[in-house]
């Protein structure tokens, strides 16, 4: 059936709302729909052109859904070859390069500017436009012949179909990268885990090997963005005479540009820009491997031109590796706050991303096994988005290399270890005998989320147990100046004596969940020790509860209620908290927060918060009386979906329970005064 103008009229609307939105939530990175609303404006407009075939223009943002699989790749010369940087380590190495361009350009020109931009970690792609039309876009291959993946490409969101320019070019080529924000690999890999499916390694593969399938379906389903950095061939126009202003009139085309493109001269700029990038690398919304310093004039790079496939006029200066590959010295076993046992390689220190890493926790046997790491194997070391190292991979062992055991008896003090938990975790019996669990103890104590004791690390912990001026918690209270001027501590001095002592005596006022925290009862996290706190009202009536009334607390199950139960049945346990009030420990009543507009609902947090911990916003929706809970059900009233929310957010997809986003949760806790 022809359509009639009407609906004419209807799609050519949906398309322009839809291209606004992709250049909202792509370009501006300031979406005004949600995903949802996008997606019904998508299935509208889908819907009018698969009734209406002669409607679907070959621009369409449906086309994005991608078309048929192709058979084959098809290999496409380039007219001008992609070819690749040059890469520095140092500021010597990039004084070295700017020596290299002085010495070529004329001696009126020696004052050079740079554009200074991010070395995006993706896959180099080259896209083609006639008269400001996509036509196709190919890999870079060897350089000089790619393959056209323009089936994909044309799946991308962020990249233009039709370019915003009034008088477009005749010809436009432009080179970029390919790449998935970490958000969407996040996401995509917790999807694939859920089902069971096999992960990426990182935001890079799985971006390759999402623009190489033959079928668009898969790239269309997968979260690509594409980023523009330089134009190759321009016919039919007059393009600015710096990088800086092509990849503003790139923008203003449509193109999305990272936000980190910076113009300036000298080499004190670029160190500035490669320092400041570096710190804020973790933060970037994608991955990069270090930044890139590009000769400003077009003209003067036109006089530079080019030695052994790389721009003299422009270099990568790369960030230090952070992976790196050593040899396992010695498995040792460190004994925690419970007992716990944790594995720890000792490595032959190595540099890994600019730090010296020499220890790495193995967390527990399984992991071992599951990485097939043996004493004296070679492995590879990598720091991921997060500052702490691991052991990615064994490389090779030696023949006959003997693999880890658990030990029978404690490192430190010598008492029998017992399995727990399956055989899972390995625990120290020696308790309070046990030197290495009354040190962690002492530490968690006085931590920033327990007692808040500040300048009391472990360093001066250990010193005190040492010296025998504390042998638990409370003994803290009982420090004077003298006591620690006199105990002939290394280090420490008469202010350092004063400030501890101060510390210590602030910290005597405290709160009950804090306090009960800070005892470090198993299973008694801070939330938890919230709900005893807010059900019991004082630790009397808490230490005299047995098992069926402390299962009446939200968030104590069966297990935890028995830890707590036998925590405080033990006697040194009971004198240790006479000896705190002994010392003036108090705290304040129990705030009740006493409107609870969230009594009755349960809550559901799934993935990453970005503001509070998932803890930490547990604590405040106990507080406006909701059950805070770890599965999906029916019943959930809420749940909660931060960054990589997998398999509950399907749940509650599922099973039609109202989810909200971060922002949401905070601008209710704002409203409720608990931000
Ligand atoms: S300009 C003549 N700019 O780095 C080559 N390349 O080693 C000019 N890359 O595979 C390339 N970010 O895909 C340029 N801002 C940027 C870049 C960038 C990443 C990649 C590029 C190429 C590799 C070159």
């Given at each position: 059936?022809?359509?009639?103008?009407?609906?004419?009229?209807?799609?050519?609307e949906?398309?322009?709302?839809?291209?606004?939105?992709?250049?909202?939530?792509?370009?501006?990175?300031?979406p005004?729909i949600?995903?949802d609303?996008?997606?019904?404006?998508?299935r509208?407009?889908q819907?009018?052109?698969?009734?209406?075939?002669?409607?679907?223009?070959?621009?369409s943002?449906?086309?994005?859904?991608?078309?048929?699989?192709?058979?084959?790749?098809?290999?496409?010369?380039?007219?001008?070859?992609?070819?690749?940087?040059?890469?520095?380590?140092?500021?010597?190495?990039?004084?070295?390069?700017?020596?290299?361009?002085?010495?070529?350009?004329?001696?009126?020109?020696r004052?050079?500017?740079?554009?200074?931009?991010?070395?995006?970690?993706?896959l180099?792609?080259?896209?083609?436009y006639?008269?400001g039309?996509?036509?196709?876009?190919?890999?870079?291959?060897?350089?000089?012949?790619?393959?056209d993946?323009?089936?994909?490409?044309?799946?991308?969101?962020?990249?233009?179909?039709?370019l915003?320019?009034?008088?477009?070019?005749?010809?436009?080529?432009?080179?970029?990268?390919?790449?998935?924000?970490?958000?969407?690999?996040?996401?995509?890999?917790?999807?694939?885990?859920?089902?069971g499916?096999?992960?990426?390694?990182?935001?890079?593969?799985?971006?390759?090997?999402?623009?190489?399938?033959?079928?668009?379906?898969?790239?269309?389903?997968?979260?690509?963005a594409?980023?523009?950095?330089?134009?190759?061939?321009?016919?039919g126009?007059?393009?600015?005479?710096?990088?800086?202003e092509?990849?503003?009139?790139?923008?203003?085309?449509?193109?999305?540009?990272s936000?980190?493109i910076?113009m300036?001269?000298?080499?004190?700029?670029?160190?500035?820009?490669?320092?400041?990038?570096?710190?804020?690398?973790?933060?970037?919304?994608?991955?990069?491997?270090?930044?890139?310093?590009?000769?400003?004039?077009?003209?003067?790079?036109?006089?530079?031109?080019?030695?052994?496939?790389?721009?003299?006029?422009?270099v990568?200066?790369?960030?230090?590796?952070?992976?790196?590959?050593?040899?396992?010295?010695?498995?040792?076993f460190?004994?925690?706050?419970?007992g716990?046992?944790?594995?720890?390689?000792?490595?032959?220190?190595?540099?890994?991303g600019?730090?010296?890493?020499?220890?790495?926790?193995?967390?527990?046997?399984?992991?071992?096994?599951?990485?097939?790491?043996?004493?004296?194997?070679?492995?590879?070391?990598?720091r991921?988005?997060?500052?702490?190292p691991?052991?990615?991979r064994?490389?090779?062992?030696l023949?006959?290399?003997?693999?880890?055991?658990?030990?029978?008896?404690?490192?430190?003090?010598?008492?029998?270890?017992?399995?727990?938990?399956?055989?899972?975790v390995?625990?120290?019996?020696?308790?309070?005998?046990?030197?290495?669990?009354?040190?962690?103890?002492?530490?968690h104590?006085?931590?920033?989320?327990a007692?808040?004791?500040?300048?009391?690390?472990?360093?001066?912990?250990?010193?005190?147990?040492?010296?025998?001026?504390?042998?638990?918690?409370?003994?803290?209270?009982?420090?004077?100046?003298?006591?620690?001027?006199?105990?002939?501590?290394?280090?420490?001095?008469?202010?350092?004596?004063?400030?501890?002592v101060l510390?210590?005596?602030?910290?005597?006022?405290?709160?009950?969940?804090?306090?009960?925290?800070?005892?470090?009862?198993?299973?008694?996290?801070?939330?938890?020790?919230?709900?005893?706190?807010?059900?019991?009202g004082?630790?009397?009536?808490?230490?005299?509860?047995?098992?069926?009334?402390?299962?009446?607390?939200?968030?104590?199950?069966?297990?935890?209620?028995?830890?707590?139960?036998?925590?405080f049945?033990?006697?040194?346990?009971?004198?240790?908290?006479?000896?705190?009030?002994?010392?003036?420990v108090?705290?304040?009543?129990?705030?009740?927060?006493?409107?609870?507009?969230?009594?009755?609902?349960?809550?559901v947090?799934t993935?990453a918060?970005?503001?509070?911990?998932?803890?930490?916003?547990?604590?405040?929706?106990?507080?406006?009386?909701?059950?805070?809970?770890g599965?999906?059900?029916?019943?959930?009233?809420?749940?909660?979906?931060?960054?990589?929310?997998?398999?509950?957010?399907?749940?509650a997809?599922?099973?039609g329970?109202?989810?909200?986003?971060?922002?949401?949760?905070?601008?209710?806790?704002?409203?409720?005064?608990?931000?």
């Amino acid at each position: 059936m022809a359509a009639s103008p009407e609906i004419v009229q209807k799609a050519r609307e949906l398309r322009q709302q839809l291209r606004y939105h992709n250049h909202r939530y792509y370009v501006l990175d300031d979406p005004e729909i949600s995903d949802d609303g996008y997606d019904r404006l998508f299935r509208e407009l889908q819907m009018l052109e698969t009734a209406h075939p002669e409607l679907s223009a070959a621009d369409s943002p449906t086309r994005r859904v991608g078309g048929e699989p192709i058979p084959a790749f098809v290999s496409v010369p380039h007219v001008v070859p992609m070819l690749s940087l040059g890469n520095v380590f140092s500021a010597e190495e990039l004084h070295d390069f700017e020596r290299r361009i002085r010495d070529r350009l004329p001696p009126d020109s020696r004052d050079i500017e740079y554009c200074a931009e991010l070395k995006l970690d993706g896959l180099a792609i080259s896209l083609i436009y006639e008269q400001g039309r996509f036509i196709y876009g190919a890999t870079r291959g060897d350089g000089t012949t790619g393959e056209d993946i323009s089936h994909n490409l044309r799946t991308i969101r962020n990249l233009p179909q039709v370019l915003d320019f009034t008088e477009p070019p005749a010809l436009l080529e432009v080179r970029g990268e390919v790449l998935m924000p970490r958000a969407g690999f996040l996401r995509l890999n917790a999807e694939a885990a859920a089902k069971g499916e096999k992960v990426f390694a990182n935001p890079r593969n799985a971006a390759a090997g999402s623009v190489r399938q033959l079928d668009p379906a898969i790239a269309a389903r997968r979260p690509l963005a594409f980023y523009a950095y330089s134009v190759v061939r321009a016919e039919g126009v007059n393009l600015p005479q710096t990088q800086f202003e092509v990849l503003q009139w790139l923008k203003s085309g449509g193109f999305t540009l990272s936000d980190e493109i910076r113009m300036g001269s000298g080499l004190a700029f670029v160190e500035q820009f490669y320092e400041d990038i570096g710190q804020r690398r973790e933060q970037l919304p994608f991955d990069i491997d270090g930044v890139v310093i590009k000769v400003n004039s077009l003209q003067k790079q036109q006089q530079l031109g080019f030695v052994s496939r790389e721009p003299r006029w422009a270099v990568a200066w790369k960030f230090p590796a952070q992976r790196a590959v050593t040899t396992v010295e010695a498995v040792d076993f460190q004994v925690g706050r419970t007992g716990a046992l944790t594995p720890v390689a000792r490595l032959r220190p190595v540099l890994v991303g600019g730090v010296t890493v020499s220890n790495v926790t193995l967390h527990n046997l399984d992991e071992i096994r599951r990485l097939g790491l043996h004493v004296g194997d070679t492995v590879e070391v990598m720091r991921a988005g997060d500052v702490i190292p691991k052991v990615d991979r064994v490389v090779s062992s030696l023949p006959g290399a003997m693999p880890v055991e658990m030990p029978c008896q404690c490192p430190v003090c010598g008492s029998a270890i017992v399995q727990e938990e399956g055989g899972v975790v390995a625990r120290c019996s020696g308790d309070y005998t046990c030197e290495a669990q009354v040190q962690r103890r002492l530490a968690h104590f006085v931590s920033r989320k327990a007692m808040d004791i500040d300048g009391l690390g472990e360093r001066w912990l250990v010193q005190l147990l040492d010296a025998g001026l504390v042998r638990n918690s409370a003994d803290l209270y009982r420090l004077t100046e003298s006591a620690l001027l006199e105990a002939g501590l290394e280090g420490m001095g008469e202010k350092l004596a004063a400030n501890i002592v101060l510390a210590i005596a602030k910290s005597r006022e405290t709160t009950l969940p804090r306090f009960l925290f800070s005892l470090g009862i198993r299973g008694v996290g801070e939330s938890t020790a919230l709900s005893l706190a807010e059900y019991f009202g004082d630790i009397d009536a808490l230490m005299q509860a047995d098992v069926e009334v402390l299962k009446q607390v939200p968030d104590v199950g069966e297990v935890s209620a028995a830890w707590i139960v036998g925590y405080f049945s033990q006697p040194e346990h009971r004198e240790l908290i006479q000896a705190f009030r002994d010392a003036g420990v108090i705290w304040k009543p129990v705030e009740r927060h006493h409107v609870q507009p969230l009594a009755g609902q349960t809550w559901v947090l799934t993935g990453a918060l970005t503001v509070f911990s998932r803890d930490e916003a547990k604590v405040r929706l106990q507080k406006l009386g909701a059950k805070v809970s770890g599965s999906v059900s029916k019943k959930t009233s809420v749940v909660v979906a931060g960054e990589a929310a997998g398999s509950k957010l399907e749940d509650a997809n599922r099973l039609g329970v109202a989810v909200w986003s971060e922002e949401q949760l905070l601008a209710m806790l704002r409203e409720q005064g608990l931000d």
